[in-house]
């Protein structure tokens, strides 16, 4: 297991998680519950995605592509 993504928070490493599975890369999240012992105070790195080592590179191209993307806003 390699750390691919450093996460804000718990949701955002869900996102993260999500985006991977449904491109079929197996990701696991940890740290997301230690984020309720820091109460206010910025939790920074405890949150983290993980992936296999064999899937690193494609996850982050995956990774990369999202972060690059742009929002596009309705009128």
Same mark, same amino acid.
């Given at each position: 297991?390699? @750390? @691919?993504?450093?996460? /804000?928070?718990?949701?955002?490493?869900?996102?993260?998680?999500?985006?991977? %599975?449904?491109?079929?890369?197996?990701?696991?999240?940890?740290?997301?519950?230690?984020?309720?012992?820091?109460? *206010?105070?910025? &939790? &920074?790195?405890?949150?983290?995605?993980?992936?296999?080592?064999?899937?690193?590179?494609? /996850?982050?191209?995956? @990774?990369?592509?999202?972060?690059? &993307?742009?929002?596009? %806003? *309705? *009128?």
């Amino acid at each position: 297991m390699i @750390i @691919i993504y450093h996460a /804000a928070n718990s949701l955002d490493a869900n996102m993260i998680k999500s985006l991977l %599975e449904q491109c079929h890369i197996r990701a696991f999240i940890q740290g997301e519950y230690l984020q309720g012992g820091m109460g *206010e105070l910025p &939790a &920074a790195d405890l949150v983290t995605v993980s992936v296999d080592d064999e899937n690193f590179t494609e /996850a982050k191209k995956i @990774i990369v592509e999202w972060e690059a &993307a742009t929002v596009i %806003e *309705e *009128e």
